[in-house]
Protein backbone atom coordinates (compact mmCIF):
# COMPACT_ATOMS: atom_id res chain seq x y z
CA UNK A 1 0.00 0.00 0.00
CA UNK A 2 1.29 3.44 -1.06
CA UNK A 3 -0.10 6.57 -0.28
CA UNK A 4 0.96 9.66 -1.94
CA UNK A 5 0.64 13.11 -0.70
CA UNK A 6 0.90 16.18 -2.90
CA UNK A 7 -1.02 20.04 -2.19
CA UNK A 8 1.13 21.63 -0.18
CA UNK A 9 2.48 25.42 -0.95
CA UNK A 10 2.79 28.81 0.72
CA UNK A 11 -0.66 30.83 0.99
CA UNK A 12 -1.07 33.93 2.69
CA UNK A 13 -3.90 33.92 6.04
CA UNK A 14 -7.47 33.69 4.49
CA UNK A 15 -6.53 31.51 1.57
CA UNK A 16 -7.58 28.05 0.48
CA UNK A 17 -5.56 25.17 -0.18
CA UNK A 18 -6.60 21.57 -1.34
CA UNK A 19 -4.38 18.05 -0.29
CA UNK A 20 -4.65 15.26 -1.93
CA UNK A 21 -3.48 11.61 -1.08
CA UNK A 22 -3.45 8.85 -3.90
CA UNK A 23 -3.29 5.82 -2.51
CA UNK A 24 -2.49 2.70 -4.46
CA UNK A 25 -5.57 0.50 -3.66
CA UNK A 26 -9.17 1.04 -3.51
CA UNK A 27 -9.93 3.92 -0.91
CA UNK A 28 -12.67 2.01 0.10
CA UNK A 29 -10.97 -0.65 1.40
CA UNK A 30 -9.62 0.77 4.48
CA UNK A 31 -11.29 1.29 7.64
CA UNK A 32 -10.35 5.19 8.28
CA UNK A 33 -8.58 7.79 6.14
CA UNK A 34 -7.17 10.45 7.58
CA UNK A 35 -5.12 13.95 7.42
CA UNK A 36 -2.47 14.92 10.32
CA UNK A 37 -0.36 17.58 11.04
CA UNK A 38 2.99 18.42 12.36
CA UNK A 39 5.22 20.98 13.75
CA UNK A 40 8.25 20.63 14.87
CA UNK A 41 8.62 20.28 18.75
CA UNK A 42 5.16 18.66 19.02
CA UNK A 43 3.13 15.45 18.23
CA UNK A 44 1.60 15.02 15.10
CA UNK A 45 -2.10 15.46 15.82
CA UNK A 46 -5.58 14.09 13.44
CA UNK A 47 -6.63 17.18 11.64
CA UNK A 48 -9.16 15.25 9.71
CA UNK A 49 -10.48 11.72 9.43
CA UNK A 50 -13.19 9.65 7.26
CA UNK A 51 -14.70 6.44 8.12
CA UNK A 52 -15.23 3.41 5.31
CA UNK A 53 -19.10 4.53 6.16
CA UNK A 54 -18.71 8.02 5.77
CA UNK A 55 -18.57 9.02 8.92
CA UNK A 56 -16.15 12.43 9.12
CA UNK A 57 -14.06 13.73 12.40
CA UNK A 58 -12.17 16.87 12.87
CA UNK A 59 -10.07 18.61 15.55
CA UNK A 60 -11.60 21.36 17.25
CA UNK A 61 -9.47 23.61 15.80
CA UNK A 62 -10.24 23.49 12.31
CA UNK A 63 -14.15 22.25 12.11
CA UNK A 64 -16.06 25.00 9.63
CA UNK A 65 -12.87 25.11 8.13
CA UNK A 66 -11.58 22.06 6.65
CA UNK A 67 -13.54 19.19 5.28
CA UNK A 68 -12.32 15.91 4.00
CA UNK A 69 -13.70 14.25 1.36
CA UNK A 70 -13.06 11.03 -0.98
CA UNK A 71 -13.40 10.50 -4.83
CA UNK A 72 -13.65 6.55 -5.23
CA UNK A 73 -12.73 6.86 -8.80
CA UNK A 74 -9.47 8.23 -8.22
CA UNK A 75 -8.46 6.02 -4.99
CA UNK A 76 -7.90 9.91 -3.33
CA UNK A 77 -8.70 11.66 0.09
CA UNK A 78 -8.75 15.49 0.07
CA UNK A 79 -8.17 17.87 2.54
CA UNK A 80 -9.80 21.10 1.52
CA UNK A 81 -8.39 23.84 3.92
CA UNK A 82 -10.41 27.46 3.68
CA UNK A 83 -9.73 30.04 6.28
CA UNK A 84 -6.42 29.31 6.72
CA UNK A 85 -4.11 31.02 9.33
CA UNK A 86 -0.68 30.87 10.13
CA UNK A 87 -1.43 28.05 13.24
CA UNK A 88 -2.13 25.79 10.47
CA UNK A 89 1.39 25.68 9.22
CA UNK A 90 2.72 22.25 9.54
CA UNK A 91 3.75 19.23 7.86
CA UNK A 92 1.03 17.60 6.62
CA UNK A 93 0.07 13.55 6.32
CA UNK A 94 -1.99 11.23 5.08
CA UNK A 95 -2.52 8.01 6.46
CA UNK A 96 -4.94 4.77 5.93
CA UNK A 97 -5.99 2.09 9.07
CA UNK A 98 -6.82 -1.45 8.34
CA UNK A 99 -6.26 -2.34 4.74
CA UNK A 100 -8.92 -5.06 4.05
CA UNK A 101 -9.05 -5.02 7.69
CA UNK A 102 -6.23 -5.88 8.46
CA UNK A 103 -4.25 -3.62 11.67
CA UNK A 104 -1.78 -2.20 9.85
CA UNK A 105 -1.43 1.70 10.04
CA UNK A 106 -0.27 3.03 6.34
CA UNK A 107 1.84 6.72 6.01
CA UNK A 108 2.17 8.71 2.63
CA UNK A 109 5.25 11.10 2.96
CA UNK A 110 4.82 14.76 4.47
CA UNK A 111 3.75 17.90 2.45
CA UNK A 112 4.54 21.36 3.49
CA UNK A 113 1.98 23.78 4.52
CA UNK A 114 2.90 27.18 4.99
CA UNK A 115 0.35 30.19 6.07
CA UNK A 116 1.84 33.54 6.00
CA UNK A 117 1.93 37.26 4.78
Known amino acids: VQLQASGGGLVQPGGSLRLSCAASRNIFSFITTAWHRQVPGKQRELVAG???????TYADSVKGRFTISRDSAKNTVYLQMNSLEPEDTAVYYC????????????WGQGTQVTVSS
Open 50 to 56: IAKGGTT
Open 95 to 106: NAFGYLNDRNVY
